[in-house]
């Protein structure tokens, strides 16, 4: 059975502050993919990860794979209260299916 | 164009009773897929559609679970008889192609008292 273990489970900062999401298994994943989930909706995709050892930004957010394919983080600089959510990663195999993590749940107070 | 949809949103029933999940995925989407999320766990797959047939039901619990996705349009998931530890929240999701971008629907919350 493929595990997900995402670190850490509750974060709480200031705004400004940087913060870094890890997400590590003993499995390898063909993909890892970081979605954000805020109350009262489903998941919604940030990005998928496909090469071990690659590195993608998306505005103050930075994702990054482990060579290995078996970890990824994810850091965000400068935090600002619109970031508050609860972030989640998700490993994908040879097939469609997802394993997620529990998920970080941030807030980034003003 | 409108986003994966679930019905009802919010749901409680008494223990033995059932209830009966809606998902419509994105129009055009033939890939449908239901994830749960149960207090305290991870989102966990249930199960997978391509148009109409079930391509992998590995992650059902057990029996009491039914999907049917008649047709290929839209997805029911029922629960019969439920049990207290089916509460929880039930996730559709849909996407073009396997592999491509799966889009998440708001989700079923379901409670059983």
């Known amino acids: 059975t493929q595990l997900l273990e995402q670190s850490p489970q509750f974060l709480s900062i200031q705004e400004g502050e940087n913060l870094t999401v890890y997400c590590n298994s003993s499995?390898?994943?063909?993909?890892l993919q970081w979605y954000r989930q805020e109350p009262g909706e489903g998941p919604v995709l940030l990005v998928t990860v496909v090469t071990g050892g690659e590195v993608k930004k998306l505005k103050r957010l930075t994702f990054q794979f482990g060579d290995a394919r078996k970890d990824s983080s994810l850091h965000i600089t400068a935090a600002q209260p619109g970031d508050t959510g609860l972030y989640l990663c998700a490993g994908g195999g040879s097939n469609y299916k997802l394993t997620f993590g529990k998920g970080t749940l941030l807030t980034v107070n003003p | 164009e409108a986003g994966v949809t679930q019905f009802p949103s919010h749901s409680v029933i008494e223990k033995g009773q059932t209830v009966t999940l809606r998902c419509d995925p994105i129009?055009?989407?033939?890939?449908l897929y239901w994830y749960r999320r149960v207090m305290g766990k991870e989102i966990k797959f249930l199960l997978h559609f391509v148009k109409e047939s079930k391509q992998d039901e590995s992650g059902m619990p057990n029996n009491r679970f039914l999907a049917e996705r008649t047709g290929g349009t839209y997805s029911t998931l029922k629960v019969q008889p439920a049990e207290l530890e089916d509460s929880g929240v039930y996730f559709c999701?849909?996407?073009?192609?396997?592999?491509?971008?799966?889009?998440f629907g708001e989700g079923s919350w379901l409670t059983v008292v």
């Open positions: 499995s390898v994943f063909s993909s």
């Open positions: 999701a849909s996407s073009q192609v396997s592999g491509n971008t799966i889009y």
């Open positions: 129009s055009g989407h033939d890939n």
